[in-house]
């Protein structure tokens, strides 16, 4: 019985750490090509590529970024729509716009105060980034603005300029649909508030032609990671709630 409850305290620590740490769900949501040709798809992520601007100011930073996705995944983001599924075959693609600052320590990391992100239909494919730091494009008469975020939370990375490598994350919990939006993500009514937009850097060489990969998912709640320590401490706590437990017993 002793061992018992000394075994249930430790499990309970193992199983928050396992909570805090696991990876997100990749939710599925549906979107309808039907105006482009196409049917209605059921997936649960965007991958894509992009192109930034980075400006260091001391020990903040501003950049922009243009970003392309170039496919879609369904069955927990491990298949990708080939052929007539994909989006690409229809002559549309779906690009967007985020613009950040925030604080960085040079070549180490950086954590996002502020961000804006845009998510458009392009319906010819043609349109290019212009000026990325005011996140403005070219060719854009045909481009339908379908979703818009600015509340950004757990907005970090890391990179390592000698390396040229690098990672990120930014979780907005405003994700808004427009009326052409609507039209556009038809499920889950009402849409996910929550995304989450990270990758990796390509290359980190030309701060003002920074090239990477990108990945955006939804979530139905948001993902709260906590700091290193918290975890700890609390798994510490717990472990001193089992060795208690063991002492009251004897």
Do not use: C, H, W
């Not at 750490?17 to 939710?27: D, G, K, Y």
């Not at 390396?163 to 939006?181: I, V, W």
């Amino acid at each position: 019985m002793k061992f018992n409850k000394v075994v249930k305290s430790f499990a309970l620590t193992a199983g928050l750490l396992a909570s805090f740490t696991s990876s997100a769900e990749f939710m599925d949501f549906q979107v309808d090509e039907t105006p482009y040709g196409g049917s209605v798809l059921t997936a649960d992520k965007f991958n894509g590529g992009y192109v930034e601007e980075l400006v260091f100011n001391g020990s903040g930073f501003t950049t922009g970024a243009f970003a392309t996705m170039s496919a879609l995944y369904a069955n927990e983001g491990t298949d990708v729509y080939k052929g007539s599924s994909s989006y690409l075959n229809f002559g549309y693609s779906v690009y967007a716009i985020l613009t950040a600052a925030g604080n960085s320590t040079s070549g180490t990391s950086f954590s996002a105060t502020t961000a804006s992100l845009k998510l458009y239909i392009d319906v010819n494919s043609d349109t290019t980034s212009d000026d990325l730091l005011a996140g403005t494009t070219l060719n854009n008469g045909d481009d339908i603005l379908i979703a818009t975020a600015d509340d950004v939370t757990n907005a970090y990375g890391n990179y390592d300029f000698a390396a040229g490598t690098g990672n990120y994350n930014f979780d907005f919990t405003d994700f808004t649909l427009t009326t052409e939006g609507m039209d556009y993500f038809v499920s889950p009514v009402p849409f996910y508030s929550y995304l989450t937009v990270n990758g990796d850097y390509d290359s980190l060489s030309d701060l003002e032609n920074i090239t990477g990969d990108v990945s955006a998912v939804f979530q139905a709640v948001p993902v709260s990671v906590p700091e290193p320590s918290t975890v700890a401490v609390l798994a510490l706590g717990l472990m001193g709630l089992g060795v208690s437990a063991r002492r009251k017993n004897k």
